[in-house]
């Protein structure tokens, strides 16, 4: 198994065990970060569709008061 870093290639027997502690770290991180970014895109489309949902009713409130 190889790793990049920074456009270098090392394998694992290179690495320190910290090294490898570090490496583990920053892929975990980086496996957070894209569930965060999934969760953040799912959040802002509901947002979004609450928006718009209450965006129509009161226009529908609006256009019942017009018409009274």
Do not use: C, W
């Not at 910290?18 to 953040?40: C, P, S, W, Y």
């Not at 949902?53 to 008061?65: I, K, Q, R, V």
């Amino acid at each position: 198994k190889t790793i990049v870093i920074n456009d270098k290639e090392y394998t694992e027997d290179q690495l320190t065990d910290q090294q490898k502690m570090m490496v583990n770290h920053i892929a975990d991180l980086e496996r957070k970060i894209g569930t965060t970014q999934f969760n953040l895109d799912q959040l802002n489309v509901g947002r979004a569709a609450f928006m718009q949902h209450l965006t129509a009713s009161l226009n529908n409130e609006e256009n019942t008061e017009k018409a009274a």
